[in-house]
Every structure is written in C-alpha cells, then in structure tokens.
C-alpha cells in the first residue's frame, strides 16, 4: 500500500513539474506547403462567385424536385446536391442575409 502511494505521490510530481515547466504556445502559421493552396480554396468557396453558384444551383434543384418526375437514386442525388450547395452558401449568403458579420464592430 505504502509502494503505491509513494509511486502515486511521484507520478503526481512528475506531471505537475511537467504542467509548470511547459513552454507557452504561442499561435502562428506553421509555414506548411499546403497552406497557401487551401486557403485559396478557402477564400474562392467564400467569395462572390461561390455565392452566385451557389444560388443557381439551389434554384435548379428545387426546381428539379418541385417539377421533376424523379424517383429512386436520382431524386436522392438531386436531395444530396440541393444539400451541398447550402451548405457551402451558408458561409457567404446567409451569415450577410441575416445581418451577422465577419467580426466584431468597434465604437
């Protein structure tokens, strides 16, 4: 009993000594070669012509389903198209329909 405490008492030194001895992170870019190219992705799925798509696309595939004589797999795909394009709408066209910024507004 008195073994396991002792080996507690110095697993728990250890870890403590671990916690205040650690180095701060400080947040910065790593540098990697693929963040350049992703975040061009980035910023083209959240700019204007994404938006512009976006909306047509939505339009077409609601028209589709509200019109079209679909059934099986393609009204399924036709649901999962219609779903996708929502979502990547959602980071340009809704957050500005709704009046929500990019950031905070200062006085």
């Not at 671990?18 to 992705?41: F, K, N, T, V």
């Amino acid at each position: 009993m008195r073994q396991f405490r002792v080996s507690r008492l110095r697993s728990l030194a250890f870890a403590g000594m671990a916690l205040l001895l650690a180095a701060p992170a400080y947040a910065a870019g790593s540098g990697m070669p693929w963040e350049d190219p992703l975040q061009r992705i980035l910023d083209s799925v959240q700019g204007p012509v994404a938006k512009i798509v976006a909306v047509i696309i939505i339009i077409t595939t609601g028209l589709t389903l509200a019109f079209g004589e679909t059934s099986g797999g393609f009204r399924r795909m036709i649901q999962i198209v219609f779903g996708l394009s929502v979502a990547f709408a959602a980071s340009s066209f809704f957050l500005s329909f709704f009046s929500f910024g990019g950031g905070a507004l200062l006085p």
